[in-house]
């Protein structure tokens, strides 16, 4: 993970990149509603504007990618459990 740590702070533009790609989809799989497309798209700017304080925080050596990651796997399990929670729910009535 350090490698890949020291390419991303080597490469500051491709860093921000992938911390808005992380931060976006953290939102839209745990925090998204359904709204219109230009409110969807201020969300997005707005969510990429906050993204710079993240970014300028992974530069003082914050673990930003590595917790947005982290993140990414609690809110897929919390997914899976509750669709089988659903699911076996189903099966049971």
């Avoid at 609690?74 to 099966?91: E, N, P, T, V």
Wanted: glycine share 4%; proline share 3%; with cysteine.
């Amino acid at each position: 993970m350090e490698e890949i740590k020291a390419w991303l702070i080597s490469h500051p533009f491709v860093s921000y990149l992938v911390i808005v790609a992380l931060t976006a989809v953290v939102y839209k799989v745990a925090f998204a509603r359904r709204l219109p497309i230009l409110k969807s798209l201020v969300v997005y700017l707005v969510l990429a504007l906050g993204c710079v304080l993240l970014w300028v925080m992974f530069y003082l050596q914050f673990p930003i990618v590595e917790i947005l990651v982290i993140t990414l796997i609690m809110i897929a399990l919390a997914r899976i459990r509750m669709g089988a929670g659903a699911q076996k729910k189903a099966d049971s009535e």
